[in-house]
């Protein structure tokens, strides 16, 4: 079942990040707009992206997730949000929405919960099995009711890697994917600081760097063209990553 998609990545060689793409199995030099052939590809393909990722047994577990981009972040707010237990961290979801939102931790365990365990895919060359737990971002857009024309899901962190602020986008059909979740639990223990806590997207059909961790808002929009460099995410924007990075 399951497949792996061309992913074309070009200038990545200089960074210290998600920077191992040369001579692997990555291959081809394809920068590409949000919107690119990559999807279409798929399409042609026959590849219907209703497909569900696989997942894995809990003996499949790896022993230790790795972090992997930021570990860490010394931001003053953030550590006291985390020494409080994260009680006043808030998740808003904004932009093309009919009500905005601004979702505690407590709002969040209150909804549905999924738990799935998927591998993750890093573009450096690694792979982890790990079991996440959250609400599916498509119950909380539910509540925020997307207005027509919203386009894209934008995910941003409270991490800034190499002096620009980490963000991510999907489409809408990913964001309402069963397996994108919210995840606030790796293996059943709250996020460890690594991994992203409090909160972390898990969007399973992608590669590890659209998983943004230390989410803080959500933002539905209609173009990518004014968030961050206008490449619909961190790695898009430095290093000409695919936007749709399918595995
Ligand atoms: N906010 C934020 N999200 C991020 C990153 C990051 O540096 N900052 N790194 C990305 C990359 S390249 C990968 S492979 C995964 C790593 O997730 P992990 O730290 O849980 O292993 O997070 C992704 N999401
Ligand atoms: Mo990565």
Redesign the pocket.
């Known amino acids: 079942m399951k497949r792996r998609g061309f992913i074309g990545l070009v200038g990545a060689g200089f960074l210290a ?2 920077d191992k793409v040369a001579g692997t199995k990555w291959f081809g030099a394809v920068a590409e707009s949000a919107q690119g052939w990559h999807r279409g590809l798929h399409r042609a393909l026959g590849v219907a992206r209703i497909d569900m990722a696989p997942e894995y047994e809990k003996s499949d577990i790896s022993p230790f ?7 860490s972040i010394e931001d003053a707010a953030y550590r006291n949000s985390m020494m409080r237990g994260f009680f006043d961290w808030r998740l808003s979801v904004g932009g093309m929405v009919e009500q905005q939102l601004s979702l505690s931790l407590e709002d969040l365990f209150a909804l549905p919960q999924r738990t799935q365990i998927t591998r ?1 895919d ?1 573009v450096e060359g690694w792979s982890a099995i790990g079991e996440w737990t959250g609400p599916q971002l498509s119950e909380i857009l539910a509540l925020a009711k997307p207005m027509e024309g919203a386009r894209f899901a934008v995910f941003h ?1 409270a ?1 800034n ?1 190499y002096g620009s602020d ?1 963000y991510e986008s999907c489409d809408m059909d990913d964001a309402m994917h069963p397996q994108t979740i919210v995840a606030h639990q790796l293996n059943g223990e709250p996020l460890p600081e ?3 806590a409090p909160l972390r997207l898990r969007i399973e059909r992608q590669l ?2 659209k ?4 989410l803080t808002a959500i933002e539905l929009v209609a173009s990518l063209d004014d968030i961050g460099g206008g490449k619909g995410g961190y ?1 898009e924007d430095r290093a000409g990553y695919q936007w749709y990075a399918g595995i």
Do not use: E, I, V
């Open positions: 990040g998600c997730f790795r972090g992997n981009g930021t570990r993750h890093c962190c991490d890697l980490y690594r991994n992203g590890g760097y998983h943004a961790k230390y790695w």
